[in-house]
């Protein structure tokens, strides 16, 4: 079954969370948004809210100030849900590793589907990390 | 008793960035006292530099922020460079002050599609990004690298821009100077934005010298201050350029700085290419480098503003001491006196005309004196809430 | 080098207003940079007539732990002209606000407190303006009896 098929049977929720990042990673998610990548075309839609979403996208290494937001926002999601750690920050810690406000990574604090490593993967690693997982899932 | 309900919190908008948080006290559509209180950002960054080499310490200050990342690299190599009295090739220092300027396309132009998504203008954001791509392809070109070009290094710049470069910079430059007309044209002409931009987020030429407001805030309430004016760096005192001001003092303002300082910025790297001198890129420097005793003051003009570092060195191969203030944090007391006494609806598009380099919040706190009612709204409902505002009121208010 | 003479006016006229006695060291590495030490009484007397000759931006304010002592430098601007205006104080020591002159300067205050213990007096608001809500208190970051690995251990629950 091609992409464009099953992404139309069921289309994915996504919701973006900042854990901490410095921005690199959030302008690459969102330009994977823009037409020139047009993320949606895979069916996957950018949501406002935990409580509909099914793929939490998370950006950043996980300040300890953010670290609350992040566990009430996963635990507010319905099952089955699923987490994406995009760039070196969210994975481990990146170049913030051993900073005194910073838990090294995202799977530190909730549990991690899919990683996408880069700083900042481009465009096109993330709709690909976000698209192998999909597949994954059987979407 | 007041009646107090929070709002489950939401996630940020894929439009914004880092969170932040503002609690406002209003009185039914008016907004009479900001308390600002940041930090979700915090990483540590300054106490780690204090443990890492100059050189390691590059690609951490680099991503204090990734969408200004040119700027903080640029303030740190010649911070150093001037701790250990190195001068660097003139050649590198063209480059430099070229990828500096394609840095402020990306970021003028990236806020200016975030700006038109705050008032609910998505077909002009969704125009604007697919035009950013123009100058996101021109950075990967010369750097390898769309976000985090890591071009300045301590001695110089890492890579040379080729003539085959030099066509292609040259081409793009062209396209991204008719599509920044072609906004400029939109922005002074539109009513949906002029009626959310005239007239908004007041900041008077004596509010903004008193709260010590940088960049294009500052210079959209008329005062001519730019560091690479008047406190040139690297080949800034050998290019001819205009300080853009506007004297409206209001977010249109703010909106029309920005876009002349693309242009202005388009003309200014052609000008680089006219006049690139021959010759090295950089000059070498040991990896386990000492710098001398002693201190450094570096400033240097980022997208949103002044941006200042401040090294304290006692030798050694890491810094005892280093300060890093970006412009954002220069404009939060200017930001907090604007948001007084204009609308709630008011509220989106008055933080985003400062640029922050934190999202516009992912939450604020509201609370009523009149009606003693106090909730969380998350930055999308605030969003919404004006656009809509706007739409009941069209033509009423202002 | 030859020093920029109007640079040298600038200390001259601040030894004028405050007292030479009481300007302890300075130095003008080159041109657009003074770096200037004040008796730690003197402070808003210095930046009041700093800001009356025109140097009415603050740029930051940055601490530093010297190990005898914390120096709070105040960075003030002049159109191009940065000059860093040094006081010491004591661990935990008290400085006076500024935020009264200089009214742009009330978050540098607040961040050196959150990052180093000192106390501003009168200023506004002294809370919490980066460092988390649940930090300890009493423990500023950015003293160099903090090591990191002290610090993650203490808060994060790891080395």
């Known amino acids: 079954m091609g992409i464009l098929t099953w992404a139309r049977t069921r289309s994915p929720w996504l919701l973006h969370f900042n854990a901490g990042a410095c921005n690199a990673c959030d302008i690459e998610v969102l330009a994977a948004l823009t037409p020139r990548f047009d993320l949606e075309r895979f069916g996957a839609i950018l949501k406002g809210s935990p409580r509909h979403a099914d793929v939490l996208v998370v950006t950043g290494s996980v300040t300890r100030q953010v670290k609350d937001r992040l566990v009430r926002i996963y635990e507010q999601m319905p099952e089955p849900k699923f987490v994406v750690a995009v760039g070196s920050c969210a994975c481990a810690g990146g170049v913030f590793q051993r900073c005194y406000n910073v838990y090294e990574g995202v799977d530190k604090i909730i549990p991690v589907d899919a990683y996408i490593p880069g700083c900042p993967p481009k465009p096109e690693a993330i709709i690909d990390g976000v698209v192998k997982l999909l597949k994954k899932l059987g979407y | 008793m007041g009646e107090e309900f929070l709002v489950p919190i939401g996630p940020q908008h894929p439009a914004l960035k880092e969170p932040e948080n503002f609690m406002l006290t209003v009185d039914g559509e008016y907004v009479v006292d900001v308390r600002a209180r940041i930090g979700y950002n915090h990483r540590g960054i300054e106490k780690a530099m204090e443990d890492r080499t100059y050189i390691q310490n590059l690609y951490i200050v680099e991503r204090v922020c990734g969408i200004c990342s040119d700027s903080h690299m640029t303030c740190y190599v010649q911070c150093v460079e001037e701790a250990m009295d190195l001068e660097i090739p003139e050649r590198a220092e063209y480059i430099r002050v070229i990828v500096a300027e394609l840095e402020r396309i990306h970021s003028h132009l990236l806020w200016l599609g975030v700006a038109a998504h705050e008032i609910g203008f998505d077909?002009?954001?969704?125009?604007?990004?697919?035009?950013?791509?123009?100058?996101?392809?021109?950075?990967?070109?010369?750097?390898?690298?769309?976000?985090?070009?890591?071009?300045p290094t301590i001695g110089g710049v890492r890579r040379d821009i080729t003539p085959e470069m030099e066509k292609e910079?040259?081409?793009?430059?062209?396209?991204?100077?008719?599509?920044?007309?072609?906004?400029?044209?939109?922005?002074?002409?539109?009513?949906?934005?002029?009626?959310?931009?005239?007239?908004?987020?007041?900041?008077?030429?004596?509010?903004?010298?008193?709260?010590?407001?940088?960049?294009?805030?500052?210079?959209?309430?008329?005062?001519?201050?730019?560091?690479?004016?008047?406190?040139?760096?690297?080949?800034?005192?050998?290019?001819?350029?205009?300080?853009?001001?506007?004297?409206?003092?209001?977010?249109?303002?703010?909106?029309?700085?920005?876009?002349?300082?693309?242009?202005?910025?388009?003309?200014?790297?052609?000008?680089?290419?006219?006049?690139?001198?021959?010759?090295?890129?950089?000059?070498?420097?040991?990896?386990?480098?000492?710098?001398?005793?002693?201190?450094?003051?570096?400033?240097?003009?980022?997208?949103?503003?002044?941006?200042?570092?401040y090294l304290v060195s006692r030798g050694g191969i890491k810094p005892y001491r280093y300060k890093i203030r970006s412009p954002t944090l220069g404009n939060i007391p200017a930001v907090c006196e604007m948001l007084k006494g204009g609308y709630i609806a008011d509220v989106p598009i008055v933080l985003a005309a400062i640029d922050p380099c934190f999202s516009c919040t992912d939450r604020i706190v509201f609370y009523d004196v009149g009606k003693d009612k106090r909730w969380v709204w998350t930055h999308e409902q605030l969003r919404r809430y004006g656009i809509e505002f706007y739409k009941r009121n069209r033509g009423e208010v202002r | 080098m030859s020093v920029p003479e109007d640079h040298l006016k600038v200390v001259e006229d601040l030894k004028k207003a405050v007292g030479a006695e009481n300007v302890l060291e300075w130095s003008i590495p080159r041109e657009r940079r003074i770096f200037v030490r004040v008796k730690t009484e003197k402070l808003r007397d210095s930046v009041r007539h700093l800001r009356d000759v025109g140097f009415k931006h603050v740029s930051t304010i940055s601490g530093v732990d010297t190990g005898d002592g914390i120096d709070v430098v105040y960075h003030l601007a002049r159109g191009g002209v940065s000059l860093a205006l040094k006081v010491r104080t004591d661990y935990e020591g008290k400085l006076p606000t500024i935020s009264d002159i200089i009214p742009g300067a009330v978050l540098y205050e607040r961040e050196v407190h959150d990052l180093f213990g000192v106390v501003f007096e009168n200023h506004p608001d002294l809370s919490r303006l980066i460092l988390p809500d649940d930090w300890p208190e009493g423990v500023y970051p950015l003293l160099k009896k903090w090591k990191i690995e002290d610090l993650r251990r203490r808060l994060m629950g790891s080395g």
């Open chain 2, 169 to 309: 910079l040259r081409k793009g430059l062209k396209i991204l100077y008719e599509r920044t007309e072609y906004y400029k044209q939109i922005c002074l002409n539109e009513k949906t934005i002029l009626q959310r931009a005239v007239g908004v987020g007041i900041l008077t030429p004596r509010q903004a010298v008193e709260l010590c407001a940088v960049g294009p805030t500052l210079r959209a309430s008329g005062i001519k201050s730019d560091v690479r004016a008047d406190d040139p760096y690297i080949a800034y005192d050998r290019i001819p350029f205009e300080v853009v001001t506007y004297d409206w003092c209001d977010v249109a303002a703010r909106v029309m700085v920005r876009i002349d300082e693309v242009l202005e910025a388009i003309k200014m790297i052609e000008y680089c290419l006219d006049h690139m001198p021959r010759g090295p890129i950089r000059v070498k420097v040991p990896v386990m480098m000492k710098v001398p005793e002693g201190e450094v003051v570096s400033r240097v003009e980022a997208p949103r503003g002044e941006l200042i570092h």
């Open chain 2, 123 to 151: 077909t002009l954001f969704f125009y604007i990004w697919r035009d950013r791509e123009v100058v996101m392809d021109l950075l990967e070109l010369i750097s390898g690298n769309r976000v985090n070009y890591a071009m």
